[in-house]
């Protein structure tokens, strides 16, 4: 649950542009070899989840199937027809676990966007200008930074329960501006992103105080850039890589964060199979069938390790100094 | 800048973060709409009972003069009445705290017991094996997720292996495991912290002189060496306490200890907007004086360090 | 009783939704059954040690997924608070070990022939926990207590048929007219009707002696502050955390086994299972999963403790609504479901009910009209009744109770196979409540009720009277209405001779059984598990657990 990015800062690249030779070098990381090797493996079987469904290779996800429960009523353990057993309603959880991998990915990384986006926007604002609004950003992120991002998710989450936002006065009838708050993949992974760009902003906003003090960039102003070509131009370009490390880390943190949510039943609704949920749902069934727990907790440990490790190699190759 | 003038400085600066969160998650959670009444009151309450709530909870008035009602009592130390069972919010957290702060504790000081060790030796060994394999594993305990390896753990080990009780509180030995549990989470990142620290101060002159006037190499890692490797650790340690209640959130759950964390599930599913409310300022409150305390700490340790803002 | 159990399964699933099941429970007021059990041939007995010598000392350590909402014997009306307040409060009248009332703080009691006055002389010298005596006032105020309706007592319409209540409790009167105390050892009840589950009442946990002191110092905060005059006293309730009891030292009554009583708050039931199996914890409810684990480990068998429960699971067919004013229709249902199938999906906790009264009361009825699965039979009938292609219909259920869902499922399979196609309706439990309560809104749909006390009025009367149909809120969810069945159930109410009662009664039970306007489905069976350090676990037929009685092996 630690916040790994908030310590993690790049020594900013010498030139105007990212290092060259960083890119023959990632095929090299051991590291980031092993972490995109499993992201990729687990992409492939979300993206083909419904392919081998058709190809009866996987079955229905969603399918209630008392074919899938002893005699009591119980879950099946794994065996040769359900290679992990089945769930406390009989679907096949190896199933679930694929078609899982679909939310847990798209969730992950449409939050970690999300939380680039804000995260990028306001370290680059509040460095770059300084000042007043510097001050204010940064008041604004240390106050977001004193809340766990689980809490502050549940919290929300914990409160989309189908209710209208009205964002218009009453005497106004724009229906079109309400904002229907139900939880699904869409406000799970908003609220996600919306807790955890904080880490973010330190690193980037330090980054930019550093890089504008440089010649090229004093150069640049003096030949009369403007200040939005300052940060398209010089700014941005030299925080990419930062940007990219951190963003594969923060992947790691919003897929947990993901995982929570469904664990405590407050993320993507049921019925759609997340990994989170099927923990949570099989723990009423765990001293009988253990599987339904385990699985899925393998999953979600196996894919954010993936991201860390990626992110790792990134930050050995694209700052070799400061990852020692 | 003197000391004093510095910590009013931070002092106020830590008051302005704690309020503009008291006001930020009122207006995030009261914005929402919902009857609050309902919630109350249950589906069946006639229009009459309702509006008999909406005046007792204020919730009739615009929304800026409940948000001075609200500050008001908090001004009073007061953080209103649970809707759903009527106790005082401040009281269910004080009964709670004890709980959530010792197994804090506990954890803490298990993962510093590990991760010291292993930070220092990674340095030493530097690049070989060990310090891959510990890299790696450090990686692993990251990713873990605290509900599952909480799970996995009180099965592996209390109702398989029977070394530590299984869940509930019942005095110190009820915390071992989700203090373990908890170490596992933060020992990793803790021993490369370390590890990245210990390694900038063996190549600092200050530990080559000692090396070079022939100092033992126990004294060099850990008279030297380790004493200014720690010292950025407890920045990070005031940090992390945010991250720390996120942990204990789901460790308290599973081991179905009644501290912080299991309030604020339960007043989350029950709708509990005052428990909710709460127990978010109180982690914030917690945040904002663990920074403050770091903050102290840390300039009292190393007086080098020059003011920030 | 309605059904409130399915809740307690459902708390240990952490889910919003189920949350909401959680949240319903808090606030509706109306909820909870107090369910009971009975004792035939309970396989507790197997558990007792070898040498049966029960022992004093120890602490009974218990749980519970949520904290009780009270523990004051006005409010507490739920199958887990009740057997609790029982600990910390005693009243006039208690059963034995079956279902005889037998005098508890009373010394002897008397009912008038004509069956509206009774007479209570107190024992000298019992006191509350604070020590000072009980007297015959402090019982005039607790019942005044709850019929005021600032009490918010779920209990109070048990009490109105005292004379003066209604005044009472409409703020005409200050006192109730009908209860007296002459004297500080003796309680004189005058009722308005004669009532023969009178009796009954009085011995509900609603019906204890409270200090009138103590309660009147704390007002609304006597629940924190409990003092009563049972085998033990409250030593600590932290909300949400744990409730202690210790034994309470002015008790002079037959001392319970136990020192002291723990009861933890929190957990989820597979959790309590683990905890239960290393030691930790002496009882837990499980669930299905968990009761058919222990049930399957021939070392774990004998922790497992089935509590039959005097209750009935019912499917009910709207007498108001088409088709199923017609008694052939309500008849070819009957015929339809194939119950034995049904038994299977409860994993083996239920048995089979054939009529309204569950058995665990005590109660057969021979004379019940055979309803075995024929769904031929089913067909002809339909096609008699003028519905030869079967007809649709909806077919609601609380979505909330694992076990209805799986049994909703199930028998709308069985529905179709005689041409009734019945789209279902899941609903939670507040809105399937408010639904299945009101007129002309439910056709059919699945639905429980748990015994109030050891009498078949509870269910027969209750149920089917059509008397009592109201607009909303009904019981009679079936809005069954017979002329002749409401007279048998009001000649059998007002009777004060058993014998009568009893024949009254199973006549009635006749009737509606051939009127079908239920299809009865099945008689819940509670997993219970038990410590094996834990001895006299035979569940009670009305109070379940009585902790009191249980006793431990040494540590």
Known sequence: MSDASVEIGLSVAESASPDRRAVPEMFRSRLILTGSGIILLFAVLALAAPLLTQWHILREPLLQNLNGLDAEGMPLSPSGRYLLGTDNLGRDVLSRLVYGARVSLAVGIAAMLTATCIGLTIGLLSGFYGGKLDMGLMRFTDMNLSIPSILLAIAFAGLMDGKILHLHPAWLHWRFLDLKLQRGMVSVFLIIGFVSWTGMVRVIRGQVLSIKERDFVHASRALGASNARLIFRHLLPNVIPTVIVLAAMNTANTIMLEAGLGYLGVGVPPPAPTWGSMIADGQAYFISAPMIVIAPGVAIVLTVLAFNLLGQGLQEVLDPNRAR | MNFLSRFLTRLFWSGVTLLGTAVLVFFLINVMPGDVARIIAGPKATPVVLAEIHHSYHLDEPIWKRLGFYLDQLAHGDLGHSYVTDQSVTQAILTRLPVTASLAATAVVMWLLVAVPLGVLTAKYRGRWFDRGVLVGATFSLSLPAFWLARMLQYGLAYKLGWFPVAGFRGFTSLLLPGITLAFLFVGYYARLIHTNMVEVLDSPYVRGARARGASEATVLFRHALPNALIPVVTVLGMDVAGLLGGVLFTENVFALPGIGTLAVQSVFNLDVPMIMGTVLLSATLVVSANLAVDILYRWIDPRIKAGY | ?555
């Open chain 3, 1 to 555: 009783m309605k059904p409130n159990r399915a809740i307690r399964t459902v708390v240990a699933l952490p889910g919003f939704v189920l949350s909401l099941a959680i949240a319903t429970e808090f606030f509706s007021h109306r909820s909870n059954a107090m369910a009971s059990a009975a004792m035939t041939n309970s396989s507790a007995e197997s558990l007792s040690g070898s040498d049966g010598q029960p022992r004093r000392g120890g602490t009974l350590h218990l749980v519970e997924p949520t904290d009780f909402r009270s523990l004051d014997p006005a409010i507490a009306y739920d199958t887990e608070s009740v057997p609790i307040v029982r600990l910390l409060f005693r009243g006039l009248l208690d059963y034995d070990d079956g279902v005889n009332l037998v005098p508890a703080q009373a010394e002897d009691w008397s009912i008038s022939p004509d069956g509206k006055t009774y007479t209570f002389h107190l024992r000298p010298g019992i006191r509350f926990a604070d020590g000072r005596e009980v007297e015959a006032q402090d019982y005039v105020f607790s019942f005044e207590r709850i019929l005021d309706p600032v009490t918010e007592s779920p209990g109070q319409g048990f009490f109105t048929g005292i004379e003066g209540a209604a005044e009472f409790v409409a703020g005409k009167a200050r006192h109730v007219s009908g209860l007296s105390a002459p004297d500080s050892r003796t309680l004189i009840i005058k009722l308005k009707d004669p009532q023969f589950t009178f009796r009954y009442v009085l011995a509900m946990t609603f019906a204890v002696a409270e200090p009138q002191d103590v309660v009147q110092h704390y007002g609304k905060d006597f629940e924190n502050h409990l003092d009563g005059s049972g085998p033990y006293r409250l030593t600590e309730w932290k909300r949400g955390i744990r409730v202690r009891m210790a034994r309470n030292p002015f008790y002079t009554g037959p001392d319970g086994y136990v020192d002291a009583v723990d009861v933890m708050i929190g957990g989820d039931n597979s959790t309590e299972a683990m905890m239960l199996e290393r030691g930790e914890l002496d009882r837990v409810m499980a669930g299905p999963p968990e009761a058919i684990y222990f049930e399957r480990d021939p070392r774990l068998r004998s922790f497992l403790v089935p509590v039959p429960t005097a209750n009935t699971d019912y499917l009910f067919m709207n007498t108001e609504m088409k088709p199923f004013d017609r008694v052939l229709v309500r008849r070819a249902v009957n015929y339809a479901i194939n119950k034995a199938r049904l038994l299977r999906l409860t994993g083996g906790f239920a048995t089979l009910a054939n009529g309204i009264v569950p058995p665990a009361m005590s109660w057969t009825n021979p004379g019940l009209p055979p309803y075995d699965y024929n769904p031929d039979k089913a067909r002809a009938l339909l096609r008699q009744a003028g519905f030869p292609n079967g007809f649709k219909t909806t077919f609601a259920y609380m979505e909330d109770n694992p076990i209805y869902v799986r049994l909703a499922q199930d028998i709308q399979q069985d529905l179709q196979q005689v041409g009734i196609d019945a789209s279902l309706r899941p609903a939670n439990f507040t809105a399937f409540d408010l639904e299945s309560s009101s007129r002309h809104q439910v056709p059919l749909g699945i639905w429980g009720w748990f015994q109030d006390y050891p009498d078949p009025s509870d269910f027969l009367d209750v149920l089917f009277n059509g008397r009592y149909i109201t607009p909303t809120d009904c019981n009679n969810v079936a809005f069954y209405d017979n002329p002749s069945a409401n007279r048998l159930l009001d000649q059998a109410t007002a009777s004060l001779d058993p014998a009568e009662r009893t024949r009254l009664f199973l006549q009635a039970e006749d009737l509606i059984m051939d009127d079908a306007p239920w299809a009865p489905l099945i008689h819940e069976v509670l997993p219970v598990l038990y410590s094996p350090r834990v001895h006299n676990t035979a569940p009670h037929p009305v109070w379940l657990w009585r902790y009191e009685w249980m006793w431990l092996n040494p540590s």
